[in-house]
């Protein structure tokens, strides 16, 4: 561990601003002088005690709950000190700033009591659990996803997660890889024992099963990263096809402003909703077309960037206009220009509006939906095409939460194990390049739980969650 992580650490653990209760956690080795030195007491090991909260003079502070963790059973792993106090913002500022104060002063050997206690960077705490072995890495993330989960199908998949549930699967593989490793290193280590190794063991059909499994584990893994991340998706056309009008219709909220006034839409507004609690970005845009006016195109800049951004496309057209040739002419300029700027992994869902209006029913398509925005027809079957769009298969109850990292660490692996699948085929294998091809795939699995892992990543990581978590 780095040095810093020797130092006593403390911190305000709940959210800024008013509330019942707010607490002040601090994390160190060896804190029970500390908290003796603190409060006027001893306390006993993970038990409540309702006492004044003392200033350096006796007088208190307030009057709170404090608890006691010695390590290693607590959060950290460390000896851990929690301080809960009425959640006024100026009540836990005195209490962060008396044991800051109380750490200096001089014990009876003329020490001071916690020296080189500090506050606590973000995500410090959970940094050390990770450390000192409470957690892993891919349970850390969990916390931090399970703070931020926007809907509760995220915040019961990433709670999955915390138990430990993609721990295990991503264990299990491990287990069988590190065993298939041992095979093929047993074999490059005595060449010139006649038995074969790999055949005797059943390294092909080894290799083959653990293949299988990764497949599992990936797709749930992309399921799970949908639900954390979702699908960013931009609703684009010409003025007054009613992408705002669709915009609000989905958000069942007036956030963008409706008129007849074409480029009303100056500049993008956009809102999370969610579909069977996947969350999608949902971004209504200037509408397409030639303009005089600086500001409009301005705005029309702004829409071919968050295009090119988008995982998928809402191309809106107006049903009302389709007759006029200058505004079929138009709607085919747009089609083009997505199909020359947009990657083919971005699929242009069409969707044509206003279909009370052009007296049309609306529902799916041969070549896209049918819906009226204002009314709200056929949002069902948007939706539920939005959904197929993102990938998502099921909301399966027993989904953990996953990141786009695990995604792309687990299809890193997929493709070690397919170029060792190659070598074992081959009439004449190179047992080194095989050996080699497993202990990269082993390592791409283990940067997942933090087995391998660059302390550039670590601090990505920890740096997103809050202070005192």
């Known amino acids: 561990m780095l040095a810093r992580h020797h ?13 019942a209760v707010g607490i002040v956690r601090v994390s160190g080795r060896q804190l029970a002088g500390f908290v003796r030195h603190l409060l006027g007491r001893e306390l006993r090991a993970r038990e409540a005690t309702y006492l004044p909260f003392p200033d350096a003079q006796g007088a208190p502070l307030d009057h709170g709950l404090a608890l006691y963790f010695p390590g290693p059973h607590s959060y950290t792993g ?5 301080l809960q106090a009425h959640g006024g913002p100026v009540v836990l500022q005195l209490l962060l700033a008396r044991c800051l104060e109380a750490a200096q002063e001089r014990s009876a050997d003329g020490q001071p009591v916690l020296p080189g206690l500090r506050l606590a960077q973000p995500g410090e705490f959970t940094e050390r659990a990770f450390f000192n072995d409470k957690i892993d890495l891919a349970q850390a993330e969990a916390i931090a996803d399970l703070i931020d989960a926007s809907t509760a199908a995220a915040a019961r998949s990433a709670s999955r997660s915390l138990s430990g549930d993609f721990s295990r699967e991503i264990s299990t593989l491990r287990d069988a890889l590190i065993h298939l490793r041992m095979l093929v290193e047993a074999t490059l280590d005595f060449p010139e024992e006649e038995i074969d190794f790999l055949q005797q063991a059943d390294a092909w059909g080894q290799l083959e099963r653990l293949q299988a499994q990764l497949d599992v584990v990936l797709a749930r893994t992309q399921q799970g990263a949908l639900l954390r991340e979702g699908i960013k998706v931009v609703i684009a056309g010409q003025p007054n096809a009613g992408k705002s009008s669709l915009l609000n219709a989905l958000a069942g909220a007036e956030l963008a402003i409706v008129t007849p006034i074409a480029g009303t839409t100056r500049d993008k507004v956009q809102e999370t909703i969610q579909i069977n609690g996947v969350p999608l970005h949902v971004i209504d845009t200037a509408g397409l077309r030639e303009s005089d006016d600086a500001v409009e195109r301005i705005g029309i800049e702004r829409a ?16 009302t206009r389709q007759d006029a040739e200058d505004y079929r002419s138009a709607d085919a300029e747009i089609a083009q220009t997505l199909a020359q700027k947009l990657p083919a992994s971005v699929p242009v ?17 041969e070549d896209g939906l049918l819906l009226s925005a204002r009314l709200g027809q056929g949002l069902d079957a948007l939706r539920q095409r939005l959904l197929e769009i993102a990938g998502w298969q099921s909301a399966a109850e027993g989904l953990y939460i996953a990141r786009a990292r695990h995604v792309e660490a687990l299809q890193a692996t997929q493709a070690h194990l397919q170029e060792a699948r190659e070598q074992l085929q081959s009439p004449d294998p190179a047992l080194d390049l095989l050996a080699e091809e497993l202990r990269l795939a082993h390592n791409h699995l283990g940067a997942i739980t933090g087995e391998f892992t660059s302390d550039d990543l670590l601090g990505v990581i920890f740096s997103s969650f809050c202070i005192g978590k």
């Open 7 to 19: 130092d006593p650490i403390v911190a305000i653990a709940t959210a800024p601003g008013r509330g």
């Open 78 to 82: 460390e000896d851990v000190l929690e």
């Open 349 to 365: 869902l069409h969707v044509w509006n206003k279909a009370d209006a052009a007296d049309a029913t609306p529902g799916a398509q």
């Open 304 to 319: 071919w960037e968050e295009i090119a951004r988008a995982d998928a496309v809402l191309f809106l057209h107006d049903l």
